[in-house]
C-alpha cells in the first residue's frame, strides 16, 4: 500500500513537471510590450511551480526557456559579446531565480502560505535581474558600453530599462503568484469535498 502511495506521488509530480514546464514554454512565448520593453509571462508560472513542485523543480523549468532565448535570437546582442557569458548568465539568473523562490517558498510556508507565496514572487525577479546585471558586468560590459556609444544612448539608459523591466517583473509576479495559488488552494479544496 505505501508503495503504490508512493508510485501514485511520484507519477503524479512527473506529470506535473511535465505540465508546468509546457506552460512555462507557452508563456515564454507570450511577449507583453510595455514602454519599449518587452515583458515575458513565464515567471510567474516558474514560482509557481517552485512553490508547488520543489525548489528543484523551480530551477528545471527555468532551463527550456533560457535555451529557447539562447537559441532564437533574444540573445543576439549579447551572444556577439560573449557566447559563453550569455549562456552562463542566462542559465544562473533563470536556475538561481526558480531554486531559491522555491527555497524561500518552503522555509516560510508552514507559518503563512500566501505570505510564502510572495516572498517567492519577489524573490524570483530579484534574483534574475540581480544575475543578469552581474553577468552583463562581468562578461560584456566594456563591450555593451562601446555598442551603447555607437547607437547614440548610454549604459544608464540600459540600465534604466532593466529597472523597468524588473519593477514591471515584480509587480506583475506579486499579483499573479499569490492569487493563482489562492485559486490553486481553492480547486483543491473543492476536489477534495
Known sequence: MKQRKEQHELVRKIVLIGLFTALTVVFGMIKIPIMGLTIKMDLPVIVLGAVILGPLAGAWLTVIPSL???FTGEAALFMQFSPFGTLL???LKGILA???AGLVYKALC???PIGAVTCAAVVAPVVNTGVYILGCRIF????LAS???QMQSTI???LVGILLNFVLELTMNI???PTAFRMLQSAMKNKRS
Not at 140 to 143: L, P, V
Open 175 to 177: 499579483i499573479l503568484c
Open 89 to 91: 548568465t542566462l542559465f
Open 156 to 158: 544608464t539608459m540600459f
Open 140 to 143: 560584456i560590459w566594456n563591450q
Open 68 to 70: 529557447i532565448t539562447y
Open 110 to 112: 508552514k507559518k503563512h
Open 98 to 100: 526558480g531554486l531559491l
Open 147 to 149: 555598442y551603447m556609444v
